[in-house]
């Protein structure tokens, strides 16, 4: 069923076209992949689907049970806001709805398995992870028929991200994601959209099927060059054949010549790819002796030391707040350590790639913003290039070098801000989260540049696939202070892991209970601890099953407040099981 239609739908900005003519249809449960360039115009798009952007021209059709719930890009939140009165955060006060109760319920469930347990915990205090999820459990709790979800990868750590990449994938909803994270679009979308041209178009299957079709569609964009450069070639002949062959009346076939060479132009600017020159390494490259940092009383860096070689590539794992960029601060140092010592070789200059980019004027035009640095920048080759054929090698035309930075997407000031970085010849890259915000064309561009790059990397990413590509060895975040080395890629590190956890539980499950642990409980408490799991266990399919059905249209009002009312009591009930089984298995234990 078709719950969300467009016919011949366009949108300016600010003198801008970003699309035009478009026409397309949205299913009931369609899980759909949204990419394109940076600028291209994908939160605009998004926002005339929600209806909050009207169109320029064409009509945006929606069923009538159609129910929409939004992750932003940018959530903003009001100052001192506590994290539970974020579940109906704009909405006026007094407003009550039907099914509120189900989901404020659902909200505080979504928060738990998140790890926001504090409901009255500030806002204000919230590192942008938290704020991520915070906003996930808000969009989740909705029970919305169709997720619009805008970079939802973004600040969260691995291991949300899985999470979040199993609840997609089993969903009843349909949703549209914008996203970066390969893995992610290719582990739970059923479609692709691209936007391109001023062109929205669908493809069917997941990311993978979308590069076998795009890889076709190069194919025959290539076949359409080399009939334009052959045309070009024999209309080229016809114009130096002298003046008699060029009368006014071939004024047409004059402009089609200079059509059909601009068209080549615009293809050459569109495939330049991402280089800088590099300073060699000297043989002592970094040492870190048993540097330590905490904050407060919380310490976030126990004593680690660690000798870095010429070369190296190492990715940096662990949850949210376990200490990574504070890390990559001590290495940098930018943030002294409070025992131990950073030891830098003579040679060695770092490139901090932060995750933000936060301090830029944004008064300041693209090449403003690059002559700060310098007029010219070196090249491998001995040779230099101008600030603005640097420019263009990083995917900046001349037509944009004008433009206030102010006036660039989300995606366009990170790229700005990474071209800046490279041309100052770091040979030793500090990258956090260096893929936040870029598109799927600009990621893939970084990535074979940092593949060929010769000096050292020190990595902080929630992109899967560039962790694959790119690490070779991790240093891994307990988010206690304890930093371990792990030799592998990333999946490696996966596999490895649930390996060892798979071990755990089969001892645990295997290995009999001693005499002693369970003379602690009585016969008929035995009993009862026994059973509890299977218990809790069966009150959480509910409470899942329930979930579900609060997603769907309501067709009967009377069994949906009767659904609501056992919710709550399911949630009551698996409270107070797990507290009891909290309690036998501590007394089990002694």
Same mark, same amino acid.
Request: net charge negative.
């Given at each position: 069923?078709?719950?969300?239609?467009?016919?011949?739908?366009?949108?300016?900005?600010?003198?801008?076209?970003?699309?035009?003519?478009?026409?397309?249809?949205?299913?009931?449960?369609?899980?759909?992949?949204?990419?394109?360039?940076?600028?291209?115009?994908?939160?605009?798009?998004?926002?005339?689907?929600?209806?909050?952007?009207?169109?320029?021209?064409?009509?945006?059709?929606?069923?009538?049970?159609?129910?929409?719930?939004?992750?932003?890009?940018?959530?903003?939140?009001?100052?001192?806001?506590?994290?539970?009165?974020?579940?109906?955060?704009?909405?006026?006060?007094?407003?009550?709805?039907?099914?509120?109760?189900?989901?404020?319920?659902?909200?505080?469930?979504?928060?738990?398995?998140?790890?926001?347990?504090?409901?009255?915990?500030?806002?204000?205090?919230?590192?942008?992870?938290?704020?991520?999820?915070?906003?996930?459990?808000?969009?989740?709790?909705?029970?919305?028929?169709?997720?619009?979800?805008?970079?939802?990868?973004?600040?969260?750590?691995?291991?949300?991200?899985?999470?979040?990449?199993?609840?997609?994938?089993?969903?009843?909803?349909?949703?549209?994601?914008?996203?970066?994270?390969?893995?992610?679009?290719?582990?739970?979308?059923?479609?692709?959209?691209?936007?391109?041209?001023?062109?929205?178009?669908?493809?069917?299957?997941?990311?993978?099927?979308?590069?076998?079709?795009?890889?076709?569609?190069?194919?025959?964009?290539?076949?359409?060059?080399?009939?334009?450069?052959?045309?070009?070639?024999?209309?080229?002949?016809?114009?130096?054949?002298?003046?008699?062959?060029?009368?006014?009346?071939?004024?047409?076939?004059?402009?089609?010549?200079?059509?059909?060479?601009?068209?080549?132009?615009?293809?050459?600017?569109?495939?330049?790819?991402?280089?800088?020159?590099?300073?060699?390494?000297?043989?002592?490259?970094?040492?870190?002796?048993?540097?330590?940092?905490?904050?407060?009383?919380?310490?976030?860096?126990?004593?680690?030391?660690?000798?870095?070689?010429?070369?190296?590539?190492?990715?940096?794992?662990?949850?949210?707040?376990?200490?990574?960029?504070?890390?990559?601060?001590?290495?940098?140092?930018?943030?002294?350590?409070?025992?131990?010592?950073?030891?830098?070789?003579?040679?060695?200059?770092?490139?901090?790639?932060?995750?933000?980019?936060?301090?830029?004027?944004?008064?300041?035009?693209?090449?403003?913003?690059?002559?700060?640095?310098?007029?010219?920048?070196?090249?491998?080759?001995?040779?230099?290039?101008?600030?603005?054929?640097?420019?263009?090698?990083?995917?900046?035309?001349?037509?944009?070098?004008?433009?206030?930075?102010?006036?660039?997407?989300?995606?366009?000031?990170?790229?700005?801000?990474?071209?800046?970085?490279?041309?100052?010849?770091?040979?030793?890259?500090?990258?956090?989260?260096?893929?936040?915000?870029?598109?799927?064309?600009?990621?893939?561009?970084?990535?074979?540049?940092?593949?060929?790059?010769?000096?050292?990397?020190?990595?902080?990413?929630?992109?899967?696939?560039?962790?694959?590509?790119?690490?070779?060895?991790?240093?891994?975040?307990?988010?206690?202070?304890?930093?371990?080395?792990?030799?592998?890629?990333?999946?490696?590190?996966?596999?490895?892991?649930?390996?060892?956890?798979?071990?755990?539980?089969?001892?645990?499950?295997?290995?009999?209970?001693?005499?002693?642990?369970?003379?602690?409980?009585?016969?008929?408490?035995?009993?009862?601890?026994?059973?509890?799991?299977?218990?809790?266990?069966? /009150? %959480?399919?509910?409470?899942?099953?329930? #979930? =579900?059905?609060?997603? *769907? &249209?309501? +067709?009967?009002?009377?069994?949906?407040?009767?659904?609501?009312?056992?919710?709550?009591?399911?949630?009551?009930? /698996? %409270?107070?099981?797990?507290?009891?089984? #909290? =309690?036998?298995?501590? *007394? &089990?234990? +002694?």
């Amino acid at each position: 069923m078709n719950v969300l239609s467009l016919d011949n739908v366009s949108k300016t900005l600010v003198d801008t076209p970003l699309f035009e003519g478009v026409t397309l249809g949205i299913d009931d449960g369609e899980k759909i992949g949204f990419i394109g360039r940076n600028g291209a115009g994908k939160s605009t798009f998004l926002r005339v689907l929600q209806g909050t952007l009207p169109t320029d021209t064409g009509s945006v059709s929606r069923h009538r049970e159609l129910t929409v719930s939004v992750l932003e890009q940018h959530p903003d939140f009001a100052p001192g806001a506590t994290l539970q009165e974020l579940c109906f955060h704009g909405r006026p006060p007094g407003d009550d709805q039907p099914g509120d109760a189900a989901v404020r319920d659902s909200f505080r469930s979504f928060c738990r398995e998140l790890g926001l347990m504090d409901p009255d915990a500030s806002v204000d205090s919230f590192s942008g992870g938290m704020l991520r999820k915070a906003s996930l459990a808000r969009c989740l709790s909705r029970g919305a028929r169709l997720l619009m979800l805008d970079e939802p990868t973004n600040h969260l750590d691995l291991e949300t991200i899985e999470w979040l990449e199993a609840l997609l994938r089993r969903a009843s909803f349909g949703f549209i994601l914008v996203t970066h994270d390969r893995y992610f679009l290719d582990a739970v979308c059923t479609s692709i959209m691209e936007i391109e041209g001023r062109k929205v178009l669908k493809y069917p299957g997941n990311y993978s099927r979308y590069l076998e079709l795009r890889a076709e569609r190069e194919e025959m964009r290539e076949r359409v060059e080399q009939r334009r450069v052959s045309i070009l070639r024999g209309e080229l002949e016809w114009l130096m054949r002298g003046p008699r062959a060029r009368t006014g009346k071939d004024k047409g076939r004059k402009q089609r010549i200079m059509d059909l060479r601009d068209a080549g132009v615009q293809k050459e600017m569109a495939m330049q790819e991402f280089s800088s020159h590099h300073r060699r390494l000297g043989r002592k490259v970094l040492e870190l002796q048993g540097v330590s940092r905490s904050f407060d009383t919380q310490r976030v860096i126990l004593p680690f030391s660690y000798s870095f070689r010429r070369g190296e590539r190492i990715g940096l794992l662990g949850p949210n707040g376990s200490g990574k960029t504070t890390f990559l601060r001590l290495v940098s140092g930018e943030l002294p350590p409070d025992a131990g010592a950073v030891v830098k070789g003579a040679n060695t200059v770092f490139g901090h790639y932060e995750q933000t980019s936060a301090g830029i004027d944004p008064s300041l035009t693209v090449l403003d913003f690059m002559q700060q640095l310098a007029e010219r920048v070196p090249r491998e080759d001995g040779g230099s290039l101008t600030a603005e054929q640097f420019l263009e090698r990083f995917l900046f035309p001349r037509s944009m070098h004008g433009i206030r930075i102010e006036r660039l997407s989300g995606g366009e000031v990170r790229r700005l801000s990474l071209v800046r970085l490279l041309a100052t010849g770091p040979n030793f890259l500090l990258l956090d989260e260096p893929t936040n915000d870029l598109d799927l064309d600009t990621i893939r561009l970084l990535e074979e540049y940092l593949a060929d790059f010769p000096g050292c990397i020190l990595l902080v990413s929630h992109d899967r696939a560039l962790l694959d590509r790119l690490t070779d060895y991790l240093f891994v975040f307990d988010g206690r202070g304890g930093i371990r080395g792990f030799t592998g890629s990333y999946e490696d590190y996966r596999e490895a892991a649930e390996e060892e956890n798979a071990a755990v539980v089969t001892q645990a499950t295997a290995a009999p209970l001693p005499r002693k642990e369970r003379t602690s409980l009585s016969f008929k408490e035995r009993k009862e601890y026994e059973l509890l799991l299977s218990e809790i266990e069966g /009150l %959480e399919k509910e409470q899942k099953a329930l #979930e =579900e059905a609060f997603q *769907r &249209a309501v +067709t009967d009002p009377a069994a949906f407040q009767s659904d609501q009312r056992r919710y709550g009591a399911v949630l009551k009930e /698996l %409270e107070t099981k797990i507290a009891r089984w #909290e =309690e036998l298995a501590g *007394r &089990a234990g +002694t």
